[in-house]
């Protein structure tokens, strides 16, 4: 069995981390100098979970079905339905039980769209690289033209006063690291609006991006129900450096054309599968990922990824000898990307049973390598948590990252003081792609997604068979606002 | 003068490397330890080019006008045109004086452009991000739908024979570092011409990148006159990667539009401009790069950078107290990226004086940090040129590079056993950019670009100044052959 071969090492150096005898320790060692501690866990279940997951390649195969087989999936699109489909026939084929839940998700649907620096004594005029953000109004058929006006905050847009009636309103800024994505999405999912209310006839919006090859991210933008709503959309950083440049020397008009539209609500569903716990069935341990994604690229990293790691879990979960303690529920949530439509129906559908709810996760960082844990939690989280890292240590998640446990789709459970959990990955390259064309198969090394989904299994399992359970947080002071634009999850980056 | 208090310290660094006693010696250094040597060359000649390089941003700020006033200027456009009059300007406010040279010129022009993976039982089809290339045929207006077949070589292609007949052939490589242009280039340059004599409909060719956000990256392609044209696009690295993994799953349909057109040739022009040596004016210097680029991005790299580094040369040397011994010619070409008819233009046009070039460079490989210096010359070079290097050791570039000295645009000069000379760049990330609407002024770091400017104009005074000549390297055992599809100096990355 591979997964033998893998565990040994991995169980060895772990067991020495923990003070823990080797298995096969000499019978020369001074046995007064090694202190025998028997492990919180089965290492016979570490090694049933970590070992396939490391080694069968089983998640990543899943991820080319659903990128290269069903492709993009945003919320009331027929990929998005297939990949509900796909998600049943995968928990089938794995036996664990999976069933839908109905969810009505706004249909958002680009169309054309392009744009270009209007020539002027400075210039011969450009193309500009731009993306219509998710809610977008539409231009007219023929185009929006209009002058540019820059400004690098709400507060920059609030001082310009109706000045900026009639004007494309360009939201600049300075996103350099992935911890920079929850202090300027603000400018994608607010922006417009703010820009809409002042008069403004559009909206241009620089990318939310680590890296660029002129390749702009899209992403949702939030109008009031209504209030009125304008074109907006994304350029390149590319072409925002363009316009900044272009502003810094006189007056600059552009032609934005988007055909965009915002269609009837339609019917769409959440997938949720179990492995039934075996003492204590009716607390629930939640593992989640969403099943939408942009309509440009194929959602790899977002968050296919989160997808195929959760499912894994609970296909190697489901393979044990015997279930886990509490019950293990995936969900694979619709419309995360466009209105956490998704997120609300279950945390209604499930209101009655969210106290017991007794630990959460979402996976939406992208398929990178682990780097540690996360919590949010009662007191005492950590100390309860501790005992069952060491089968994460030779994998790089050893240790509690910093960073709150979390997820867009989470948000509405915190009501209900639901216990979080996460397992951290390394966001370095994660806002190279996020919400991009560029977001496919190829930019998710198979290692990291593996080692990444070897941590998902564990720390689940743990958090289904472990004696005790998390302590619930406190709940808000103020209760949670509208769903997040800025996935929890995303907020800050490391 | 900033140039006085830049200089000063690397002149005083270069007169110890060198052996030379420092200007401002006090008085009470033991004058037995330090053996004075006169440098070969005038050292407030070298501060009055390097200096003003590297503090007065005249290149960076006259790449700025190419890219962002002009725009993308491929051959036969109205934006080639346009940049041969801003050439013009720049010369002749330089105090440069300069003229044009007619040259005919192809005229390719991009039309619509999209393609698709169609569905099958194994995937719900996805978009192709794709790009013509230049001279690719066009489709049928409602496309070209035909059944994909991969080859990694020419030599595969041969191999299938009349199979590859009524099919796309798609020409997949391993590129991943710079030097694998020079390998893979003639995949695009001559693998579509190849497909179309072995009855093939469609070619896509990997695009020749080292990075990629779904960035296709175009380049010329060469039919033989009177011989079969079918329509060739490069696609992005992932959807290459992508058609890789769907064929190693069964058939693959791609259906791809491409509106291109190949109209008349049109009338274009070299631009030419000299400072007149004093003693030997009609022994020449010539220094160049191309004025032409792809009609996608702004060609900053490619060959924007060039451009701005030798008109800011010639100016600088303009400036000199007393020109050089020799003339310094600068030539920015027209049509290397579609033919290379400027190169063949000019040297049909100065054939007669091919003999009095006594040294000739091309920068044409971005405006990068310079690494060093390269030479194609015959026996004696180095020893005849080390002298004048130590006013480059600050900048980087005070050795001898192992490459030899080329550029596309010099080739038609090989025959007459031109030697030359060049500044050897950091190519590291060029072919992230190159050829991609992605080669915009941002990925130009000013400060490299002065680097390297200020090499250019040292490296040309040295040529232009010392006492002799470069010895004229042997002609070629075999005449080069067409025109290089892969210029030389982007043959092989470092």
Not at 85 to 100: H, I, M, S, Y
Not at 131 to 157: K, M, Q, R
Not at 260 to 274: K, Q, Y
Request: hydrophobic fraction near 45%.
């Amino acid at each position: 069995m591979p997964a033998a071969t893998f565990v040994l090492p991995a169980s060895l150096a772990l067991q020495l981390l923990s003070g823990a005898a080797p298995a096969a320790k000499p019978a020369t060692a001074p046995a007064a100098t090694v202190k025998a501690v028997s492990p919180a866990y089965s290492q016979a279940v570490a090694e049933k979970l970590i070992g396939p997951a490391l080694t069968e390649g089983h998640a990543y195969a899943r991820l080319a079905e659903l990128t290269d087989g069903i492709g993009p999936r945003l919320s009331g699109s027929a990929g998005a339905e297939a990949a509900v489909q796909w998600a049943l026939r995968g928990f089938k084929a794995d036996g664990v039980k999976g069933w839908t839940e109905p969810v009505k998700v706004p249909r958002w649907v680009r169309g054309e769209e392009r744009g270009e620096v209007l020539a002027s004594e400075r210039t011969r005029g450009h193309p500009l690289s731009l993306i219509a953000l998710g809610g977008s109004a539409p231009t007219a058929p023929d185009g929006l033209t209009a002058e540019v006006v820059e400004v690098d905050s709400l507060e920059a847009l609030a001082a310009l006063g109706d000045s900026v009636k009639g004007k494309i309103v360009f939201f600049n800024h300075t996103m350099s690291v992935p911890a920079d994505y929850g202090r300027f999405a603000g400018l994608r999912g607010r922006g417009p609006a703010a820009a809409a209310k002042a008069g403004a006839a559009g909206a241009l919006v620089r990318s939310l991006a680590t890296a660029s090859l002129r390749t702009p991210h899209t992403g949702s933008t939030r109008f009031e129900a209504g209030g009125p709503r304008i074109p907006a959309a994304a350029v390149s950083t590319e072409d925002a450096d363009l316009l900044h440049r272009m502003l810094a020397r006189g007056p600059v008009r552009v032609k934005v054309v988007l055909g965009c539209s915002e269609l009837p609500e339609v019917e769409s569903h959440n997938v949720v599968a179990e492995v039934r716990g075996r003492e204590k069935p009716q607390e629930i341990v939640l593992i989640s990922a969403h099943l939408d994604s942009w309509d440009v690229g194929t959602g790899a990293h977002d968050d296919g990824a989160g997808v195929a790691m959760v499912m894994e879990a609970a296909r190697l979960i489901a393979k044990l000898p015997q279930a886990p303690r509490r019950t293990v529920r995936v969900v694979l949530f619709m419309n995360e990307e466009h209105g956490l439509h998704g997120a609300r129906a279950y945390a209604e559908a499930h209101a009655a049973e969210l106290s017991r709810h007794v630990a959460a996760m979402e996976m939406d960082s992208g398929g990178f390598r682990p780097i540690g844990i996360n919590l949010r939690a009662g007191a005492g989280g950590q100390e309860l948590v501790r005992p069952w890292l060491p089968p994460l240590v030779a994998l790089g998640a050893g240790t509690f990252h910093e960073r709150e446990a979390g997820g867009a789709d989470l948000t509405p459970m915190i009501p209900a003081r639901v216990p979080f959990f996460g397992v951290q990955v390394d966001v370095t390259r994660y806002f190279d792609y996020h919400h991009t064309m560029a977001d496919t198969l190829d930019k998710v090394d198979p290692q990291d997604l593996a080692r990444s989904t070897a941590a998902v299994a564990w720390m689940t399992y743990a958090m289904a068979e472990m004696p005790g359970t998390l302590a619930r947080p406190e709940a808000p002071a103020t209760p949670p606002g509208p769903p997040a634009l800025v996935p929890q999850s995303k907020a800050s980056g490391q």
